[in-house]
Nanobody, 120 residues
């Protein structure tokens, strides 16, 4: 059984910082792309950032220059450093990963979500 376990969410004031972590565990033979999505109340889930196994990154326009995604393939972990947070960043943040379960077999998994609230 593969699990993605997230941590690092919380309440922060505007302009503050948070660092999210997501670790994959279980019978894993490798990791493909990993990423972070978020869903605010009444809105659809959207991509925040993702990173390939080779280290290529992609960001939503709304977070460019403020958020940084990084990964540790050896630990099957992805991080999201969030700086200069704004109230509109308030959402549940979900980790997503393509996990290699065997030769040529990748399956997509989601974490349980972690709440990020930006408020004074």
């Amino acid at each position: 059984q593969v699990q993605l376990v997230e941590s690092g969410g919380g309440l922060v004031q505007p302009g503050g910082s948070l660092r999210l972590s997501c670790a994959a565990s279980g019978m894993i033979f490798g990791i493909g792309n990993m990423g972070w999505y978020r869903q605010a109340p009444g809105k659809e889930r959207e991509l925040v950032a993702d990173i390939s196994s080779g280290g290529s990154t992609k960001y939503a326009d709304s977070v460019k220059g403020r958020f940084t995604i990084s990964g540790d393939n050896a630990k099957s972990t992805v991080y999201l450093q969030m700086n200069n947070l704004k109230p509109e960043d308030t959402a549940i943040y979900y980790c997503n990963a393509y996990v290699k379960l065997g030769i040529g077999v990748f399956t997509n998994y989601w974490g349980q979500g972690t709440q990020v609230t930006v408020s004074s």
